[in-house]
């Protein structure tokens, strides 16, 4: 049995996020990916955002998106992300684009801890993989 949290982020969809057909455009889907992840950092790891003194201490390294289904202007879309790997710089997050009725999209993203003074990689602190920790199924 898996036990762990997900997080979830409700979207809205707007009329600008759709294509001539009425479909929500697959660009878009990695922006509603960018909104959970940001909360995300900000609410679960308490990550600066854009704050006086603090950069935003993550740089996004890959992404890559499969679509499963096609959006529309009128569904209820919300995203649940958790984590599937962490490593000592780098940690992966996967997502699931979902309507109450089935999967729009999944996705997976590589997010790697980043010193912007030194302009290099650097291990995640402990306290935050803990934090993640919480995200990542378990057996």
């Given at each position: 049995m898996m036990d762990y949290k997900?997080?979830?982020?409700?979207l809205q969809v707007r009329f600008a996020d759709t294509d001539a057909l009425g479909h929500i455009n697959n660009a878009v889907y990695h922006s509603y990916i960018e909104l959970c992840r940001t909360q995300w950092l900000a609410e679960v790891l308490h990550c600066g955002l854009f704050t006086s003194s603090e950069r935003f201490p993550?740089?996004?390294?890959?992404?890559?998106?499969?679509?499963?289904k096609q959006g529309h202007l009128q569904d209820?879309?919300?995203?649940?992300?958790?984590?599937?790997?962490?490593?000592?710089?780098?940690?992966?997050?996967r997502y699931e684009i979902k309507t109450p009725?089935?999967?729009?999209?999944?996705?997976?993203?590589?997010?790697?801890?980043?010193?912007?003074h030194a302009n290099q990689s650097v291990a995640i602190p402990e306290d935050k993989k803990a934090l993640m920790r919480y995200y990542m199924p378990v057996d």
């Open positions: 997900r997080y979830r982020c409700d993550i740089i996004l390294a890959r992404t890559e998106m499969d679509y499963l209820r879309l919300h995203v649940e992300a958790f984590i599937s790997h962490i490593g000592e710089k780098s940690f992966h997050q009725q089935h999967t729009v999209a999944v996705a997976k993203a590589v997010l790697v801890w980043f010193d912007f």
